[in-house]
């Protein structure tokens, strides 16, 4: 049913640069098959949208990457060498960091446990070892004020903030941990237009400090605005990745929402899609 | 959560500030603060003359909270990381039938009774924790089995052993034992003796013990109860497996995306659940002297009730191991002075019960509070 619009690439032998690179990747679920070879690669600085509609395997395959899933076949390198993610510690530990959309944050917790959440710095005081709040406060509050968040202390619950500001904070601290691969699931779905643009500078500002992102979403107007390259989804197969400048949002769309089926509801919609 | 920090005052607009009293209520303590302030008060007004306020008194009422902090502790810092323990009576049946036979029925010195006893009892912790994460059961079925089998085992053993239901003779076994005294034992007495001396306490005027203090000194179970309070809000507040707790209670997929070895978490609270309740049953046994099969019994919902009083959410990742023991305070306050006040002991439980929904529905509303929903 749904054609490739565009040539799809062959898969570009991963050069020096690479960080991590995905190749071929199976995944099958019992009887189930989930993913069926998919391919990716992401560069330093690169920000590498995923698209694909409900059900393509997008989420299945960022759990492959980020240790979640053991993939059934297939190969990850990560800078040139192949990894073996048993547990989300050890692809946590390699520097690949995930943001879950509705998992980021614990809402109960203050910002600064939450900041410090798995990573909690620690001081010795006669042999005893004890959560380092006065340092673990002074950094959140400085890492909040750099994403443009105004903590009223923080001691503050995350339950006070945004979803937008959640989204940021989680970023925040996946950077400050040193993370080279930031993955996003799906991190706009849910937000407002304002919190969405804030998200997206985020994004932006990342890319920039030399972080590979790979940015899962399905609304192509917010993958158009920071995605470097972009790789659409189908059915646990990938359809095709396209460079920046090389696609119209409205191949994108037609790629996700598989062409012919789109193209007839979109006349009886007057392209409002 | 604990440490207060100067910050500079926001630049946002949009951000109210927050007023002290507002602050204090979302702190977990303040509602069993205003509670233990309350129920002194009510008793100082209803019930001053009867010698609950003497020093007989307040051992009384003293030492029946100190046994409800010790389970409240344990129950607390589960509850925070996301479980209940329903087990918790059935296990000090257990295991302090398990210190009278070992001891008095199969001789063995009372220490390693004591020992052996701990060992087993933590297994079973284990073992609770074990079964929940591995099943991905509610905690309130796996250790609602756990509180029939465990008083199962405890009745049978018993009655297979000796044919009787309580064990004594623990007193006597326990005589010269190094590590009895650190449960059973009193700290302090020549204090009290120097105390009474001075005629500043009550003393026994006539009888064996003329010239003794009626109080003699401080039981080593407040003394454990003091030091678990220490420990438990020393680990939730200033450590990094206290963020843990937090962290495993309040969502533990979130916990585990970043790292936090949630499992681990949880079963290690299990087992300390049940290390209190091992704590209560020896200090009892060695207290009395004796085992009974039916001890214990219903001591589970007391230290959840204690918990919630103290500010803790039923759902877990929130709460404080102070508010759990002044929840405890309350607790044994009100059930002892009631006694002393002369009401009715039946309508303890009816109090027990509107104290619980008051807890309950204020715990809710701080919450919404915090996560900032309406």
Same mark, same amino acid.
């Given at each position: 049913?749904?054609?490739?619009?565009?040539?799809?690439?062959?898969?570009?032998?991963?050069?020096?640069?690479?960080?991590?690179?995905?190749?071929?990747?199976?995944?099958? #679920?019992?009887?189930?098959?989930?993913?069926?070879?998919?391919?990716?690669?992401?560069?330093?600085?690169?920000?590498?949208?995923?698209?694909?509609?409900?059900?393509?395997?997008?989420?299945?395959?960022?759990?492959?990457?980020?240790?979640?899933?053991?993939?059934?076949?297939?190969? +990850?390198?990560?800078?040139?060498?192949?990894?073996?993610?048993?547990?989300?510690?050890?692809?946590?530990?390699?520097?690949?960091?995930?943001?879950?959309?509705?998992?980021?944050? +614990?809402?109960?917790?203050?910002?600064?446990?939450?900041?410090?959440?798995?990573?909690?710095?620690? @001081?010795?005081?006669?042999?005893?070892?004890?959560?380092?709040?006065?340092?673990?406060?002074?950094?959140?509050? @400085?890492?909040?004020?750099?994403?443009?968040?105004?903590? /009223?202390?923080?001691?503050?619950?995350?339950?006070?903030?945004?979803?937008?500001?959640?989204?940021?904070?989680?970023?925040?601290?996946?950077?400050?941990?040193?993370?080279?691969?930031?993955?996003?699931?799906?991190?706009?779905?849910?937000?407002?237009?304002?919190?969405?643009?804030?998200?997206?500078?985020?994004?932006?500002?990342?890319?920039?400090?030399?972080?590979?992102?790979?940015?899962?979403?399905?609304?192509?107007?917010?993958?158009?605005?920071?995605?470097?390259?972009?790789?659409?989804?189908?059915?646990?197969?990938?359809?095709?990745?396209?460079?920046?400048?090389?696609?119209?949002?409205?191949?994108?769309?037609?790629?996700?929402?598989?062409?012919?089926?789109?193209?007839? %509801?979109?006349?009886?919609?007057?392209?409002?899609? | 959560?604990?440490?207060?920090?100067?910050?500079?005052?926001?630049?946002?607009?949009?951000?109210?500030?927050?007023?002290? #009293?507002?602050?204090?209520? &979302?702190?977990?303590?303040?509602?069993? +603060?205003?509670?233990?302030? %309350?129920?002194?008060?009510?008793?100082?007004?209803?019930?001053?003359?009867?010698?609950?306020?003497?020093?007989?008194?307040?051992?009384?009422?003293?030492?029946?909270?100190?046994?409800?902090?010790?389970?409240?502790?344990?129950?607390?810092?589960?509850?925070?990381?996301?479980?209940?323990? =329903?087990?918790?009576?059935?296990?000090?049946?257990?295991?302090?039938?398990?210190?009278?036979?070992?001891?008095?029925?199969?001789?063995?010195?009372?220490?390693?009774?004591?020992?052996?006893?701990?060992?087993?009892?933590?297994? &079973?912790?284990? =073992?609770?924790?074990?079964?929940?994460?591995?099943?991905?059961?509610?905690?309130?079925?796996?250790? %609602?089995?756990?509180?029939?089998?465990?008083?199962?085992?405890?009745? #049978?053993?018993?009655?297979?052993?000796?044919?009787?239901?309580?064990?004594?003779?623990?007193?006597?076994?326990?005589?010269?034992?190094?590590?009895?005294?650190?449960?059973?034992?009193?700290?302090?007495?020549?204090?009290?003796?120097?105390?009474?001396?001075?005629?500043?306490?009550?003393?026994?005027?006539?009888?064996?013990?003329?010239?003794?203090?009626?109080?003699?000194?401080?039981?080593?179970?407040?003394?454990?109860?003091?030091?678990?309070?220490?420990?438990?809000?020393?680990?939730?507040?200033?450590?990094?497996?206290?963020?843990?707790?937090?962290?495993?209670?309040?969502?533990?997929?979130?916990?585990?995306?970043?790292?936090?070895?949630?499992? /681990?978490? @949880?079963?290690?609270?299990?087992?300390?659940?049940?290390?209190?309740?091992?704590?209560?049953?020896?200090?009892?046994?060695?207290?009395?002297?004796?085992?009974?099969?039916?001890?214990?019994?219903?001591?589970?919902?007391?230290?959840?009730?204690?918990?919630?009083?103290?500010?803790? %959410?039923?759902?877990?990742?929130?709460?404080?191991?102070?508010?759990?023991?002044?929840?405890? &305070?309350?607790?044994?306050?009100?059930?002892?002075?009631?006694?002393?006040?002369?009401?009715?002991?039946?309508?303890?439980?009816?109090?027990?019960?509107?104290?619980?929904?008051?807890?309950?529905?204020?715990?809710?509303?701080?919450?919404?509070?915090?996560?900032?929903?309406?």
């Amino acid at each position: 049913m749904s054609k490739p619009l565009i040539e799809m690439q062959d898969v570009e032998t991963a050069d020096d640069e690479t960080i991590i690179e995905m190749k071929n990747i199976e995944k099958h #679920f019992g009887s189930v098959i989930a993913l069926s070879g998919v391919s990716l690669d992401l560069m330093p600085g690169e920000c590498h949208c995923l698209l694909g509609d409900n059900g393509a395997g997008k989420s299945t395959f960022i759990k492959t990457m980020s240790g979640v899933h053991k993939p059934s076949a297939g190969d +990850i390198f990560f800078e040139g060498k192949p990894m073996n993610f048993a547990r989300p510690r050890d692809a946590i530990a390699a520097g690949i960091a995930t943001v879950y959309q509705d998992l980021a944050m +614990i809402p109960l917790m203050s910002v600064t446990r939450n900041f410090f959440m798995g990573n909690e710095p620690t @001081k010795k005081i006669l042999g005893i070892s004890f959560f380092d709040h006065e340092y673990a406060n002074e950094v959140t509050m @400085k890492e909040m004020k750099e994403m443009g968040i105004n903590l /009223r202390s923080p001691d503050q619950a995350v339950g006070t903030l945004s979803g937008g500001e959640r989204q940021t904070v989680a970023i925040a601290r996946a950077v400050h941990f040193g993370a080279k691969v930031l993955i996003l699931d799906e991190p706009t779905s849910a937000l407002g237009v304002r919190q969405t643009a804030n998200v997206l500078a985020t994004v932006d500002r990342v890319r920039s400090q030399g972080i590979g992102v790979v940015f899962i979403t399905h609304n192509v107007r917010h993958a158009m605005a920071v995605g470097d390259r972009f790789t659409v989804l189908d059915r646990g197969k990938t359809l095709g990745t396209a460079k920046r400048g090389e696609i119209t949002p409205e191949e994108l769309q037609n790629m996700m929402a598989g062409g012919q089926e789109l193209a007839t %509801l979109e006349g009886s919609l007057g392209g409002t899609v | 959560m604990s440490d207060a920090t100067q910050t500079p005052p926001s630049e946002d607009e949009r951000v109210k500030e927050m007023s002290a #009293f507002r602050k204090a209520l &979302i702190r977990p303590e303040l509602g069993s +603060i205003c509670g233990v302030i %309350l129920v002194f008060f009510f008793f100082f007004l209803t019930a001053r003359d009867s010698g609950m306020f003497s020093p007989s008194g307040v051992m009384n009422w003293s030492i029946v909270s100190a046994q409800f902090i010790i389970i409240a502790v344990g129950a607390c810092l589960l509850m925070i990381a996301g479980e209940f323990d =329903l087990s918790v009576g059935s296990m000090i049946g257990f295991s302090g039938m398990s210190i009278a036979l070992l001891s008095v029925s199969f001789g063995w010195p009372v220490w390693l009774a004591i020992c052996v006893t701990f060992v087993l009892c933590m297994a &079973i912790g284990a =073992l609770n924790g074990w079964l929940v994460i591995k099943t991905g059961l509610p905690s309130f079925i796996v250790t %609602l089995a756990f509180l029939f089998i465990l008083r199962g085992l405890t009745i #049978f053993a018993a009655i297979a052993t000796t044919r009787k239901t309580i064990i004594g003779g623990v007193k006597d076994a326990a005589e010269g034992d190094w590590l009895a005294p650190i449960f059973g034992g009193k700290v302090l007495t020549g204090l009290f003796q120097w105390m009474g001396d001075h005629g500043w306490i009550e003393t026994f005027t006539r009888g064996t013990r003329l010239g003794q203090p009626v109080v003699e000194g401080i039981p080593m179970l407040m003394v454990w109860a003091l030091v678990l309070v220490i420990f438990g809000h020393w680990l939730l507040t200033k450590t990094k497996f206290g963020n843990w707790i937090f962290a495993a209670g309040g969502d533990p997929q979130a916990a585990r995306y970043v790292g936090v070895p949630v499992n /681990r978490v @949880k079963i290690t609270m299990f087992m300390f659940t049940a290390f209190c309740a091992c704590i209560f049953a020896t200090a009892q046994v060695m207290e009395f002297g004796s085992a009974g099969a039916d001890r214990g019994l219903l001591k589970e919902f007391e230290a959840i009730i204690s918990v919630v009083i103290g500010g803790a %959410l039923l759902t877990g990742g929130y709460g404080s191991v102070i508010g759990a023991a002044l929840g405890a &305070i309350v607790f044994g306050v009100v059930q002892q002075g009631l006694f002393f006040a002369g009401v009715e002991s039946s309508l303890f439980r009816v109090f027990l019960g509107v104290i619980l929904l008051l807890a309950v529905i204020l715990n809710t509303y701080i919450r919404r509070m915090i996560t900032g929903e309406r």
